[in-house]
């Protein structure tokens, strides 16, 4: 246990995380030039061209220090909000970690909470200036933001470059001599950590572990403490670029599972590990079931499609736990699911992912959040509403609780006032202001998470000219005075449409998504009026105008392939509609309430 040491990387975006874990498997020969890609450690296309670390993984470096072999175990950390928890989870696997700072940007809002999150499992920190071959660096002033925030000295922040592999032997003696050795008690019984698992279609579930206490064998029975669910250790390794399969891994190390199951939900990410005989007393703490927090409907364009998407679901269910749906039906859409997401990062790599791996073409309603609606007769026991379109008669309901959430902000001075303007728009409470550096400000506001799910990444990059930073946290749920908002085309009210909206903004957003809908649906041989409405109140109105003219009229008499073409044309158009009474609504338009402006 001496010579081993469990590190991890926290990073905001972009500022080189994947870079240094690439040079330090370069610098500790972990790599053959076969086995390289240009970023090792992302695996998934959607992830590299995302530029997001979306699921973590673990990997195992040997180095000579002073004549000593030390076993380094690298354990990535997503960089997304949406996977806060597994970030807090590969955290507690480690001793230490690298704090990477780029040298142009300074500390960001995901530098700042990770850190935190780090500081909390008193993770030894080991501060790094990346990046300072670019002509924009501003070492001197990013050095002295660092030791700021973590009180440090100056010299035990390490400079480097990722890209140009200035600082890395630096970096791997600090990792040796500053971060612990794990300790841990090797004739306990097993107790280890999963902080994270990845399906592979063809040998099931692979869990990784972090053993704190005791050993796993190979074909020992084992046990999950969350699941209480026993099982053989068919296969235990180490990871390398490759698995290595191991007869033991002892308490300090991490490693790889493998038992033959098939359905990701099976293995938490946070779960304890121990022996199914001889159980650990003490599971390790900070186990979580991750609850979604995002809500949306997912329907096949296609009514016919319907079996073949819940088995697309299913699948992805088995390689994505935190994933959930059930099936509902809607008047506009038919039948479909009502999806469940981290967040909506999440959501939209499902959606993808449907397109791509499963060839299925969806409709994705709105996103919501979920709600709890208190009825008078019952005060006490909350229903819960994750459709706005399933929120009872507002007559019987009492009140209405909406999920918060802690934001926090860092941006240049220049843009407080537009950044505060926007988080007040969208019901933000102010409840700290720090100046970091006289030119930098943390903002942290009290926010309804729906407000993040309506369009408030875009806007603050734009208030914000790109310079703002994002982070936030849930802190529970808050009484609001939510009405729902219906939408009725031609007369006919589209459940997919209707959203749950403060009383204030209500009238506002009514009337702009009216407007917004008269934009996106097209033109029929008919009127189309457009009505927002709360109950049976009319708040707003437009009409979508009746065409005139037929579009192959132009071709009349004209060559007849071309008119061809233009019906072909209209046809590939309808592929993302749905027709709701005699009204074609295409896809934009089940989110045009996020993009009212
Ligand atoms: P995510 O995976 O999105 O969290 O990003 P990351 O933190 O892993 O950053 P990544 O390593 O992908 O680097 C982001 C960009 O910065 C890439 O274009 C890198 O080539 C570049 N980069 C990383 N390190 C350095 C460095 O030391 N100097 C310079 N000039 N560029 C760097």
């Given at each position: ?11 905001h ?12 498997l ?10 390289k890609q ?15 670390t979306i699921?973590?993984?673990a ?9 000593q ?15 806060s ?5 590969s955290?507690?696997a480690?001793?230490?970690a690298?704090l990477?700072?780029d ?6 809002a995901?530098?700042i ?14 501060p790094?200036?990346?990046k ?7 070492p ?7 030791v700021?925030l ?20 630096d ?14 008690d ?13 399906y ?10 972090r053993?704190?206490?005791g ?15 026993a ?9 390398k670029?490759?698995?290595f399969?191991k007869?033991?891994?002892k308490?300090?190390d991490?490693?790889?599972l493998?038992?033959?199951i098939?359905?990701?939900?099976e ?7 121990t ?20 809500f ?16 697309c ?38 959606q ?21 609606a ?11 509403v994750?459709?706005?379109?399933d ?22 001075a220049?843009?407080?006032?537009p ?11 102010i409840?700290?202001q ?10 942290t ?17 734009t208030?914000s000219k ?13 009484t609001?005075?939510?009405?729902k ?34 934009e ?16 049976s ?43 709701v009474?005699?009204v074609?609504?295409?896809?934009e338009?089940?989110m ?6």
């Amino acid at each position: 246990m001496k010579h081993i040491r469990n590190f991890c990387i926290i990073a905001h975006i972009d500022h080189g995380k994947s870079t240094l874990a690439d040079r330090l498997l370069d610098s500790t020969n972990s790599v053959t030039a076969r086995e390289k890609q240009e970023q090792l450690l992302d695996n998934m296309d959607l992830e590299r061209e995302r530029g997001i670390t979306i699921k973590s993984h673990a990997i195992q470096m040997v180095y000579t220090y002073e004549g000593q072999e030390y076993v380094l175990n690298l354990i990535d950390t997503p960089g997304h909000v949406d996977f806060s928890y597994e970030v807090s989870r590969s955290i507690a696997a480690c001793e230490g970690a690298l704090l990477v700072v780029d040298a142009a940007q300074s500390i960001q809002a995901q530098t700042i909470s990770n850190l935190y999150l780090a500081l909390e499992n008193d993770l030894e920190i080991i501060p790094v200036l990346n990046k300072i071959d670019l002509p924009s660096a501003n070492p001197e002033e990013v050095t002295d933001d660092i030791v700021d925030l973590i009180g440090c000295d100056r010299d035990e922040i390490i400079p480097a470059s990722a890209k140009n592999g200035i600082g890395i032997e630096d970096i791997l003696k600090a990792i040796i001599t500053r971060v612990p050795a794990p300790k841990g008690d090797e004739n306990a019984p097993l107790r280890a950590l999963v902080f994270d698992s990845v399906y592979n279609p063809f040998r099931g579930v692979e869990t990784y572990f972090r053993v704190f206490d005791g050993s796993i064998k190979k074909n020992q029975q084992i046990k999950f403490v969350a699941t209480n669910k026993a099982y053989s250790a068919d296969e235990i390794g180490t990871l390398k670029l490759v698995q290595f399969p191991k007869q033991e891994i002892k308490a300090g190390d991490v490693g790889y599972l493998i038992t033959g199951i098939k359905d990701a939900r099976e293995v938490k990410v946070g779960d304890t590990i121990t022996d199914a005989e001889n159980p650990t007393q003490k599971a390790v703490s900070g186990f979580e079931d991750v609850k979604p927090m995002v809500f949306a409907g997912i329907y096949p364009v296609d009514t016919e499609d319907y079996e073949e998407l819940r088995a697309c679901m299913e699948k992805l269910q088995l390689n994505d736990a935190s994933l959930i749906f059930t099936p509902e039906s809607s008047a506009a859409l038919g039948f479909g699911f009502r999806c469940g997401f981290l967040g909506m990062l999440h959501l939209e790599i499902i959606q993808e992912r449907l397109e791509r791996e499963f060839d299925m073409t969806v409709i994705t309603t709105v996103p919501n959040v979920s709600y709890h609606a208190y009825s008078t007769k019952e005060p006490d026991e909350p229903i819960i509403v994750s459709n706005p379109s399933d929120l009872p008669d507002p007559s019987t309901i009492d009140h209405v609780e909406e999920p918060y959430i802690k934001a926090s902000i860092i941006t240049k001075a220049d843009f407080v006032g537009p950044v505060m303007s926007l988080c007040i728009e969208k019901r933000g409470e102010i409840t700290n202001q720090t100046y970091l550096t006289t030119e930098r400000v943390e903002l942290t506001f009290d926010m309804p998470l729906a407000e993040i799910v309506f369009d408030f990444y875009d806007r603050l990059k734009t208030v914000s000219k790109g310079y703002a930073s994002f982070d936030y946290s849930p802190i529970g749920l808050r009484t609001s005075k939510l009405v729902k908002v219906d939408v009725l085309l031609n007369g006919n009210t589209v459940d997919a449409l209707s959203a749950l909206i403060h009383f204030d903004n209500a009238y506002d957003i009514g009337k702009r998504m009216c407007i917004k809908l008269k934009e996106l649906i097209p033109r029929q041989q008919f009127d189309i009026p457009i009505q927002a409405a709360i109950g049976s109140k009319i708040i707003a109105r437009e009409t979508v105008k009746a065409l005139r003219k037929d579009v192959t009229a132009k071709c009349y008499g004209g060559d007849i392939s071309r008119k061809r073409k233009l019906l072909e044309k209209q046809k590939k158009g309808k592929k993302r509609m749905r027709a709701v009474g005699n009204v074609e609504i295409p896809q934009e338009a089940f989110m045009a309430v996020l993009k009212l402006n």
